[in-house]
Structures are given as C-alpha cells and as structure tokens.
C-alpha cells in the first residue's frame, strides 16, 4: 500500500507535467500572435527585383499578368483585381499596394482591396521609376528631378523628402535604406535620413539586391555576380561568371538568371557550384520573380508579351 508521501510524489509530478505541457501551449500561442503583430506591422513586401511582379499572402498570390492587369490566384482561382500595369506589388492587411505608370508620364502609387474593391490613387509623382516599398505603414519611393528618396503615409498623408541625390536603386531593409547612384558606388542611410554611410566606393553596378546582411551585384566589367558583406565590406567573394547580363534574382534557395545569349533562365547555388537550365524563354528583356516554388516570368507568345508561371523545378504550374 502506498504511503501518503508516495502519492504527494506522484500527485506533484503529474502537476509538473501538466504545467509543462500548458507552458508550451502558452508559448506556441504567444509565437502566432506575434507572428501576426509583426505581419500587421510590416505586411509582405513584394519580390523587389526585377520590378517586383509577384507577392504571396498565405496561401494566395497576386501578380502582374500582361494580358489581365494584377490578378489574385488562390488554388486554381484566377481573378483580375484591376486592368492596371501593376509592379513593386506589396500586401498589407487585406490591400495590395503598388506602382503604375500614369497618363501624364510619371508613376501613380495606388491600392486596391484583395477583393478587388476600394481601387484608389494614393500618390502621382514625377519619377521614372516604378520601385517602391511598404514598411511600418510608410511608403518609400523616387521622385525625378531632382532623385530623391522619399516617403508618404500609406493614406497618402504626411509626404516627406529623405535624401537628394543622384539615386539609380534603392532598397529598405529593417530600418536602412540601400541606395546606390549614377557613379555606381553604394550608400546606406537610416529611414530617418541620418548615418550616412558609403559602403562600396567602386563605380562597377547601379542595380544590386540585398540578401542575409550581403550585397549582390553583377559587375560590369568582370562580368561576373559579385557577393559583399554588409557588415566586413572587405569580404568579397565572386559567385558566378555564368551571368551575361543584370537579370537575376537572388533567394534563399539560390539565384535564378537570364542566359540571354542561349535564351533561358537558369539557375546557380549561392556557393556558384551548382547551376542548370530552367526553362527556354523566347524574349531577351524577361523579369524573374520567384516566389515560393513557382517563378513569374515575362515571355513572348504569338507576338505578344505575356506571364508565364513555371516551378522552380523547371515544370509548368497552370
């Protein structure tokens, strides 16, 4: 027969196991809402290279489609949001956010709800360029004439010029924006306009993209995909000499590339070792976007320019 001491023992364990297991449920919960806060703050930026074609909300993606203006495809669902040219597409709390050119020659930044309702002009600006970003509720642009980096509430509220200078590309990265001008040389600045810094003082690029704390750029002169360290600028390494041109998109997984010269998108491993064929593509001016298992290409058919959709394991997604 048990003694009283041997069932306290027990009782207490058993209670020690059952606080354990309502500790890791607390914290699985308290990760979700977290998790959500930070989506709410930030929303899902758009694939920034190559003009940012394609964003992905869960389970749904919108892009640009040349033939139906942005689209909203979930499962096998296909619905056209609006007929506009849609680029630097961004997702915030149910809005896609993004650049069209406008009628008078500059660009409109517009929003639309996901279910294709509350279409609106949020700013017209004079820029030649269709980039843009969403962060902490604010959006981050280029005006032309002078170009300037500059930035508005997502109501279109409370515009404000950041920077002055001669920009090419630029991007916002957790509080720095990115910037590099018409010499080719790299800046970074903090979203308030202050810390001026040059990063990189070698007239080599004007276009880059920003992956794990490292710059990637395709130098112009070696003809190579060049790698950076933001944080060691002494740390240079070339990736790959595959490249013959700045088409290219740098991800987690890898880089996909325009072979302009054999007319495909190919990709090469982060390390350069591992490179193969995608898909042929019969345009010599594509834009990749890849966005989780699947790349939105730019292609021509019948003499048209249409979006293509293909896996990144080279197979078609209808």
Avoid: W
């Amino acid at each position: 027969m048990k003694t009283e001491e041997e069932k306290l023992k027990k009782k207490l364990k058993v209670n020690t196991v059952a606080i354990i297991i309502l500790l890791v449920i607390l914290l699985i919960v308290l990760c979700i809402v977290i998790g959500r806060i930070v989506h709410i703050k930030d929303g899902v930026n758009n694939n920034d290279a190559n003009m940012g074609l394609a964003v992905q909300n869960e389970n749904t993606t919108f892009y640009y489609d040349y033939n139906k203006g942005l689209v909203r495809k979930e499962k096998e669902e296909v619905k056209t949001l609006t007929e506009d040219q849609a680029y630097s597409i961004n997702y915030l709390n149910g809005v896609i956010y993004y650049t069209t050119p406008s009628s008078t020659g500059g660009i409109n930044i517009k929003k639309v709800n996901e279910d294709g309702k509350g279409e609106e002009i949020i700013l017209s600006v004079t820029s030649s360029s269709t980039k843009m970003y969403l962060q902490d509720s604010k959006i981050y642009y280029l005006t032309s004439n002078p170009d300037t980096i500059s930035r508005v509430d997502i109501d279109g509220k409370n515009e404000e010029q950041l920077l002055q200078r001669s920009v090419v590309d630029f991007k916002v990265v957790d509080g720095t924006i990115y910037f590099s001008d018409i010499m080719g040389f790299l800046y970074s600045v903090d979203i308030n306009g202050e810390n001026y810094k040059t990063i990189i003082k070698e007239a080599k690029f004007n276009k880059f993209q920003i992956l794990d704390k490292h710059v990637y750029y395709y130098d112009n002169e070696s003809g190579k995909l060049v790698k950076v360290s933001l944080e060691d600028t002494s740390k240079k390494e070339e990736v790959t000499d595959k490249l013959d041109c700045d088409t290219y998109n740098v991800t987690t997984n890898g880089i996909y590339y325009l072979d302009k010269a054999n007319g495909k998108i190919r990709f090469v491993s982060l390390n350069g070792k591992k490179d193969n064929d995608i898909v042929n593509v019969d345009t010599d001016n594509t834009k990749i976007n890849v966005v989780g298992t699947a790349i939105y290409y730019i292609d021509n058919k019948d003499g048209k320019t249409i979006t293509k959709v293909i896996g990144t394991n080279g197979k078609e997604i209808k």
